[in-house]
């Protein structure tokens, strides 16, 4: 019973990561196209720019989540973001499955 925790646990994070992650930018309101008018995304974007005299500062928090959802998440994340919470849903699965 503990393999079964731990497979649909880890499957869970996997899934977690490749589709959840970007799910929860998008309705953010940080778009392909750009950020959404009235979303939580422009609020934040308003308030980055009111405290940076107008811009956006690279790097900030506004920034790399709008490059998530333009480009989505690289290779390199999907992997090693799929491998922490794969680990973390197996060790969650086990013991609650």
Known sequence: ?????????????VGL?????PAVVSV???KAGGIAAGSAAAKMMSAAAIANNGGVAA????AVLQWLGAAGLPG???????????TLGGIVGAKWF
């Open 28 to 30: 953010l309101g940080f």
């Open 17 to 21: 990561a490749l589709f959840g992650a």
């Open 1 to 13: 019973m503990v393999i079964t925790g731990m497979i649909v646990g880890a499957t869970i994070g």
């Open 76 to 86: 390199g994340a999907q992997v090693g973001l799929s491998s922490a919470l794969g």
């Open 59 to 62: 790097g900030s928090i506004v």
